[in-house]
């Protein structure tokens, strides 16, 4: 069986290099930091991913470097060390065909990309638990020879990740649609804020929110990423073409409320599609709004409290009032527990709303 004994080292302390490495290091796996911006490499060290210099060989090595750069990244450190190596990139067909331009053994190179991520860049976005119940991709090619295949299974279970081994061809597709498509969908609706009056910005709820949180992602990277999977998006996008195309002509004609009816209809069937947490069926959450003041130590009580009634809170949204010293803490919990924690929480002196 393949162990991650370690050093891992890890090329690129970004926002996912350094997650990995704070991820390891949970485990004390000792983890090599490299990155060509010298004061990234530093960040990532003092915040405990691992050490800009380790004498030892690495038995594996992560490159989570920007997807134009991994092939070439991936062919030098094939070539510098007899490590196993992987990679993060959000695409995996065109880091595969340039690293295949620039060595001709990729045995130990197995294409990998953890699911898990954020709007935000650089070591100090990096988090411990970003990959803990995420689902984490394996992509090995033709050539990949199974120990490195295992190893790199390894290292997703010891970041916390359920592994999914697919095809690189697959994995673009499937990418594509969940996750460059939404990005640029999101990207296109944010992008019509920009010219917004104040007076209408200020109405924004949650909705908003929602829908353009990943737009705030770096658009270099993004640009990058979704250029390297322009073929599978472009199929996407014509798709979601004419359906806009059936939006314009339905909208405000009251003959056609059915045929916008049957597109919103196929937004619902499509969205509960979607797994939920730990790729666990879909279920409905139910949420509760808590009024809590704005002042240290309020979060932790209310925690505690919901602890108390039994209620495993899923997930978890603060909105801040503007106008008052006030914020409202959207808590969302199974339908089952519920009617327990408003009660506990409204006993206990919380304003609760459902
Ligand atoms: N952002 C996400 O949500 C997400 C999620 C999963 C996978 N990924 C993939 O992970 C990779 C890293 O993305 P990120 O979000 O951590 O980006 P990031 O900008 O936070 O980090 C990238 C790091 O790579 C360094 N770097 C760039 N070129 C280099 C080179 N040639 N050699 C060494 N270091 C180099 C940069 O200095 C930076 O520190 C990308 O391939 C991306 O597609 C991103
Ligand atoms: O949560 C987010 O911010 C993300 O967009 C993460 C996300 C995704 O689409 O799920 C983004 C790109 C990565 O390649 C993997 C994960």
Redesign the pocket.
Known sequence: MTELRGPVRI?????????IGLALARLGVVVEL????PD??LM?ERIGAGSRLVQIEPQLVV?????D??G??VAEQLAQTGAIVT?????KSK?LADAARLTGDLSRYVGS???????????L??RADLFDGATWAITPHETSAPEAVELVRRLAEASGARTVELSVEDHDLAVARVSHLPHLMSALAAGTLVDAPNSHLQLSGQGVRDVTRIAA??PK?WT??VSANSAALAGLLEQIRGELDRVLVALGKEEAAEELTTILGQGVSGAVRVPGKHGAPHIDLVTVLVTIPDRPGQLARLFADAAASGANVEDLRIDHSPARPVGEVELAVKPGSVDQLVEVLTERGWVVHR
């Open positions: 090329v690129g302390a970004g926002l996912i290099g350094t997650s490299v990155d060509a911006d990234n490499a990532a490159v989570a470097v920007p997807p750069h991994v070439e990244v990679d993060a990139a959000s695409v880091p990309h953890p699911m898990a991520g954020s709007e935000r860049n650089g070591p976005a990096a992602g770096d990277l990058q990423i």
